[in-house]
C-alpha cells in the first residue's frame, strides 16, 4: 500500500460508492480524461489522486508545446491540444501561463533541412501553418541565435509555452465545471474486478464501485498496472533542464522570443522570465527506477548532473551565445515516462473489460488534451473520432516484456532528436521473437526488420557480409536488390516467410452466424478464400482480412501482423457463447511462394493435385505439403499466381527445406517485405496501415467491392449511407515523374499549387519501372489521367492517377 496516503476526508468530500468512471492519477493526462468525459456528457466520473494534483511529472514539465510528430494524426491531437487551452482557462479561471510565441526548427544541415521540408509537407495537407524562414529572418524574430549555423529554419504558429500545473489544475477544475469530481490523497491501493465486469477500487476512504477503470499513473503506470497482473512496458527517464539568470538581451525587450528545437545540437529551448530555459535528450538516456517507482516519490526532482549534458550545453552556448554568458539559476532533473517508440499507450486494454489506460505520455503538454478527447470519444462513443493507432495500447502484446519496454524506451528517449529515415531499423530490443528460420536468413543475407516484437526480412543482400542499410531519404543500396527479387517472382518463383502475418481462429455452431455480422464481405463455403473488410460502427475500415473456411464450424482469419491484439480485442468484445476465439498467430509460421513457376514447385513437394482446374484461385486445403500438415491457400499478395503455406513451428524447417530443393532448378529467390510492397503497389492494392486504415471507409479506399450488401454487418448502416452520399475522397494510385527518390509516406499532394491529398504509401514499383504513390484525393480528381504534383523533399513533381493496375490489370496471372 502507498504510504504517503494521508488521513481525513479525501478532498474535503465523501467519495461516492459508485461511479461511471475512476480515472486514477491526477497529472495532466487524467486531468484531461476527466475533463473530456465530463464535458461530452459523462458527469458521474470521479479521479482519484494519491497526493496533490500534479504530483508526478506534470509539475517539472519545462511546458514547451508544439505540434510535430511522426504521426500526422498525433500532430492534428497536439493542435488540438493547444487550442484548448483557452477553452479551460476560461471555464476553469484558472490561469495556464499561456504565450504563444511561435517557434522554429532548425535545419542546421542539407538532412535536417531535408527532414523539415518532409514535415512541411505533412503540415501543407493538414493545414497546419508552417513557412521556412531563411537565417536573417530567424536572427531577426530571435536575436540572441546565431544564424549562422543555419540553412533555414521551419516556423510553427502553434508553438509556445505555458505553466505545466497551472494547465493540470485547469484541466481538473474545467472537469469539476462539468460535473466530475475529484479527491486528491485518496491513493489507489487495489483494483479488482467483480464478476459482472465493473471495478471495486480500494482507497483508504473507502471503495468505489466503478462501471470503467482508467490508469493515468503517470510515473507509477506500471504499479497500478501491477495491481492487475497487468505488465505495462513503459520507462520513466532522467531529463534535465536549466534556467539561466536574467539576460541583459531579454530583459531589453517588450515581446517574448520564440521557444525552438535544434536537433543536430540536440537542444530545446524558450524564453523563461528574463532568461532562458535549456534543455537536452543525452545521447546516453538515464532510466530511472527499473525496478518500480517508490510511492513515497513525490514533488521531488533528482540530484542534476551537469556533465551528463555538459556537451550539449556547449553546444548551445554556441548556437545562442548569450546563454553562455548567463548563470545558471536552476538545473532541473526530473523523472518522465517514455513509452517504448515514444508514443502514449491509451485505450481498452486487450484481454481485459472496462480497463482502460493511459500512460507512457511523453509530451502532456502538447498531447495531453488529444488523449483526452480520443479516450472520452473512444468510451462514449466506442470508437475514436480519427485513427489513433500509434497511440493505441494493443500495439504491444505481451512479448513487450519489461527489460524490453526498458530497452526500447531508453532507446527512444536517447533518439528523440535523432533522425531516422524512412528505410531505418532501430537496434534495440532486437531478437525478441523470431521463427526457426531466423538464423538461415540472416545467413543469406536478410535484412531483418521487427514487427509486432517479432523478426522479418526485408530484403536479401549477398550475404551476410553485404548486409547492411544505407540510411537516406533516397533510393538506397537496396534498391537493386529488391529490384532483383521482384523479377524473380515476376519470371520464376519467389518464397518469402509470412509467420508476420496475423492468424485467428474461431470454431463452433455459432462461427459463422459471428463472422457474418462481424465481417462486412462473404463468409466462404468450406475449402475456400474470401478477402472482406470489417467495419466499426461508423463505417469506418477496421481490418482487412482474409477469412478460410476450414469446416462449416471452423474458420481461420489472416490479417495484419501488428494489428493482432487490437482486432483480439475488438472480436472478444462482442463473441457469443457459442463460438471459441484465439489468437493463433504464434502457432503458424509459413511461407509464401509466388510467381509463375509457383506450381511447379508445389507439385514436386505434395501429393495433392494443384492443377488450376483442381486446385483454384482461392481455394484452400488442410494437406500434407514438404512432407508436414499444413494450411495451403492459394492465394498471393504479389500479383502473381502463388500459395500461402501455414505450417505449426516445428514444421518450418522442414518445409523451407523442402521448398528451396524443389525450387533450386526453377530460379528460387527468397524475397522480404520490401519486394512485396513493391509488387502490391503495381496492383493498385492498398496496405494496412497505410492505405487501409479507420480514417477512411469502404466506399473512399475501394473496400466496399468486397462487402456483401444483402446481409446485415456492423457497420452496414454508415457504409450504405456513405454509398448513397458518394465518396469525397478516393484512394488512387499516382504515377510519378520522378528520378532517384521516392514518397515514403504522409508527403502532399497538390493541383494548381493547392494541397488536395496526401500521400497514403508508395515506393518504387520495380517490375513496371515506374514511381508510384497511393494516397486519398477528392472522387472528383480521382480520375486516369487527371494531372496533379507530389512534393518530395520540397520538390514538386509531376504525377498521373493510374486508372487500372500497372501490372496484370485484368489479374490473368493471378488466376492462371
Ligand atoms: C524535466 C521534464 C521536462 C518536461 N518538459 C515537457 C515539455 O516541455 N512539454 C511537454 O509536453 N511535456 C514535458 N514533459 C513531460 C510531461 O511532464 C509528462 O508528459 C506529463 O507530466 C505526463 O503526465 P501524466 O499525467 O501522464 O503523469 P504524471 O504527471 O506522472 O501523473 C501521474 C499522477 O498519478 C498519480 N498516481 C499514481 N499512482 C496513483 C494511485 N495508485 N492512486 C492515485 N493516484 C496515483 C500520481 O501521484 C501523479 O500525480 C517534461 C517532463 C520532465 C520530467
Not at 48 to 60: A, K, N, Q
Amino acid at each position: 500500500m502507498p504510504e504517503v496516503l494521508k488521513e481525513g476526508e479525501a478532498g474535503g468530500k465523501t467519495l461516492p460508492s459508485h461511479t461511471r468512471v475512476v480515472v486514477i492519477g491526477g497529472g495532466v493526462v487524467g486531468c484531461s480524461i476527466l475533463f473530456h468525459l465530463a464535458k461530452f456528457g459523462w458527469k458521474d466520473v470521479v479521479l482519484l489522486e494519491r497526493d496533490e494534483l500534479t504530483s508526478g511529472s506534470s509539475w517539472h514539465a519545462a511546458g514547451q508545446i508544439h505540434t510535430i510528430s511522426s504521426d500526422p494524426n498525433i500532430s492534428r491531437l497536439q493542435g488540438y491540444t493547444i487550442d484548448l487551452y483557452k477553452e479551460i482557462e476560461e471555464t476553469s479561471g484558472q490561469s495556464v501561463g499561456l504565450h504563444m510565441t511561435g517557434g522554429f526548427y532548425l535545419a542546421s544541415n542539407k538532412t535536417w533541412y531535408d527532414y523539415l521540408k518532409r514535415e512541411r509537407s505533412k503540415a501543407r495537407y493538414m493545414g497546419l501553418n508552417q513557412e521556412f524562414i531563411s537565417p536573417e529572418e530567424l536572427a531577426r524574430r530571435h536575436p540572441l541565435i546565431d544564424p549562422k549555423h543555419y540553412l533555414a529554419a521551419l516556423w510553427d504558429d502553434q508553438d509556445g509555452d505555458l505553466d505545466p500545473s497551472g494547465a493540470t489544475y485547469a484541466f481538473a477544475k474545467a472537469a469539476r465545471h462539468h460535473g466530475a469530481q475529484y479527491f486528491t490523497h485518496c491513493g489507489v491501493t487495489e483494483t479488482k474486478q467483480r464478476p459482472d465486469g465493473s471495478w471495486d477500487v480500494t482507497t483508504p476512504k473507502g471503495v468505489i464501485n466503478a462501471e470503467h477503470i482508467v490508469n493515468c499513473g503517470g510515473l507509477w503506470a506500471r504499479e497500478v498496472g501491477h495491481m492487475q497482473g497487468l505488465n505495462i512496458p513503459v520507462q520513466p527517464m532522467e531529463h534535465h533542464y536549466l534556467i539561466t539568470e536574467a539576460i541583459p538581451e531579454i530583459a531589453e525587450r517588450s515581446e517574448r522570443l520564440p521557444c525552438g528545437i535544434d536537433y543536430e545540437a540536440n537542444i530545446y529551448f524558450r524564453q523563461e522570465r528574463q532568461g532562458m530555459l535549456l534543455g537536452t535528450y543525452e545521447p546516453r538516456g538515464t532510466p530511472w527506477k527499473v525496478d518500480g517507482t517508490p510511492w513515497d516519490f513525490g514533488h521531488e526532482l533528482l540530484p542534476p548532473d551537469l556533465d551528463r549534458i555538459a556537451d550539449r550545453l556547449e553546444l548551445g552556448f554556441d548556437r545562442i551565445p548569450a546563454l553562455g554568458r548567463a548563470g545558471i539559476k536552476d538545473m532541473i532533473n526530473g523523472p518522465f515516462t517514455f513509452g517504448p517508440d515514444g508514443n502514449p499507450m491509451i485505450g481498452p486494454v486487450p484481454g481485459m473489460t472496462n480497463y482502460w489506460c493511459a500512460v507512457g505520455v511523453m509530451a502532456g503538454f502538447c498531447q495531453g488534451g488529444g488523449v483526452g478527447l480520443t479516450m472520452a470519444e473512444w468510451m462514449i462513443d466506442g470508437e475514436p473520432s480519427i485513427d489513433v493507432w500509434a497511440m493505441d495500447v494493443a500495439r504491444f502484446g505481451d512479448w513487450a516484456s519489461p527489460d524490453w519496454g526498458t530497452v526500447k524506451s531508453t532507446e527512444n528517449y536517447e533518439r528523440r532528436f535523432v533522425m531516422t529515415f524512412p528505410n531505418e531499423t532501430l537496434p534495440k530490443g532486437r531478437k525478441q521473437k523470431t521463427t526457426a528460420l531466423y538464423d538461415r536468413l540472416v545467413a543469406k543475407g536478410a535484412i531483418m526488420d521487427q514487427g509486432f516484437g517479432l523478426e522479418h526480412a526485408l530484403w536479401f543482400a549477398d550475404g551476410p557480409e553485404d548486409a547492411h542499410e544505407v540510411p537516406s531519404f533516397e533510393r538506397n543500396r537496396s534498391f537493386d536488390y529488391v529490384k532483383r527479387e521482384v523479377e524473380a517472382v515476376r519470371s520464376d518463383v519467389g518464397a518469402i516467410e509470412i509467420a508476420n502475418f496475423a492468424k485467428h481462429e474461431f470454431k463452433g455452431t455459432g462461427a459463422r452466424v459471428f463472422l457474418d455480422r462481424v465481417l462486412a464481405g462473404h463468409v466462404p463455403k468450406p475449402g475456400r478464400l474470401t478477402l472482406t473488410p470489417m467495419l466499426t460502427e461508423k463505417g469506418k475500415l477496421y481490418g482487412d482480412l482474409t477469412v478460410a473456411c476450414l469446416a462449416e464450424d471452423h474458420f481461420m482469419l489472416f490479417g495484419s501482423g501488428a494489428m493482432q491484439e487490437a482486432h483480439r480485442r475488438w472480436f472478444e468484445a462482442r463473441l457469443p457463447d457459442d463460438v471459441a476465439y484465439a489468437n493463433v498467430s504464434d502457432d503458424w509460421h509459413g511461407i509464401a511462394i509466388s510467381g509463375p513457376k509457383s506450381r511447379d514447385l508445389l507439385q514436386q513437394i505434395t501429393r495433392k493435385d494443384v492443377s488450376a482446374e483442381t486446385f483454384k484461385f482461392r481455394d484452400l486445403d488442410q494437406c500434407f505439403v514438404g512432407d508436414v500438415p499444413v494450411i495451403l491457400n492459394r492465394i498471393s499478395f504479389s500479383g502473381e499466381s502463388g500459395y500461402e503455406i501455414y505450417c505449426k513451428p516445428q514444421y518450418l524447417i522442414r518445409l523451407s527445406e523442402a521448398i528451396e530443393e524443389a525450387g533450386a532448378d526453377l530460379g528460387l529467390r527468397w524475397y522480404g517485405a520490401r519486394a512485396l510492397m513493391s509488387m502490391r503497389l503495381e496492383k493498385g492494392w492498398g496496405a494496412w496501415a497505410l492505405d487501409f486504415r479507420p480514417d477512411f471507409n469502404a466506399v473512399e479506399s475501394g473496400l466496399d467491392a468486397f462487402i456483401n450488401w444483402k446481409k446485415d454487418f456492423i457497420g452496414k448502416a454508415a457504409a450504405e449511407e456513405q454509398r448513397a452520399s458518394g465518396a469525397e475522397k478516393k484512394l488512387v494510385t499516382l504515377v510519378i515523374d520522378v528520378d532517384g527518390i521516392d514518397v515514403s509516406n504522409d508527403e502532399a499532394i497538390l493541383r494548381n499549387g493547392e494541397a488536395v491529398g496526401y500521400v497514403s504509401s508508395g515506393g518504387y514499383a520495380h517490375h513496371v519501372g515506374k514511381s508510384v504513390a497511393m494516397g486519398y484525393i477528392p472522387s472528383e480528381m480521382a480520375k486516369d489521367g487527371v494531372e496533379l504534383q507530389v512534393e518530395i523533399l520540397g520538390e514538386m513533381y509531376d504525377a498521373r492517377v493510374q486508372g487500372a493496375p500497372l501490372y496484370d490489370a485484368n489479374g490473368a496471372n493471378m488466376r492462371a
